[in-house]
């Protein structure tokens, strides 16, 4: 299993950013994929993720409304459609997978502890 994200960049405030997730070595039909970041001097978060164990999709609060996550099942990709972008933002951002056995939020939660599979990261950085 691979995982390579890319995508990221420097950004104004209020600009967007599409990010990409290749995975290769499995197919979505029986894994959760997700996206974290990690800020500097913070903890990684899980910014958003899918679980095919039931269809659910989550989104960390502040990320609502402004970001998207969506899959290319014949592409094998995800992304992470992210508008408004706000300097709090900034962070390198990760892919990450693991088999589906639960909703997305579980997947999401803490540092990403419930995903098994990681990839480089991307930096995304936006200023005000």
């Known amino acids: 299993v691979q995982l390579q994200a890319s995508g990221g960049g420097l950004v104004q405030a209020g600009g967007s950013l599409r990010l990409s997730c290749a995975a290769s070595?499995?197919?979505?039909?029986?894994?959760?994929i997700g996206w974290f970041r990690q800020a500097p001097g913070k903890e990684r978060e899980g910014v958003s993720c899918?679980?095919?164990?039931?269809?659910?999709?989550y989104y960390t609060d502040s990320v609502k409304g402004r970001f998207t996550m969506s899959s290319d099942n014949a592409k094998n990709t995800v992304y992470l459609q992210m508008n408004s972008l706000k300097p709090e933002d900034t962070a390198v951002y990760y892919c990450?997978?693991?088999?589906?056995?639960?909703?997305?939020?579980?997947?999401?939660?803490?540092?990403?502890?419930?995903?098994?599979?990681w990839g480089k990261g991307t930096q995304v950085t936006v200023s005000s």
């Open positions: 990450a997978a693991n088999r589906a056995r639960a909703r997305a939020y579980s997947y999401c939660s803490g540092y990403g502890q419930n995903m098994y599979y």
């Open positions: 070595g499995f197919t979505f039909d029986d894994y959760a």
């Open positions: 899918i679980s095919s164990a039931d269809g659910s999709r």
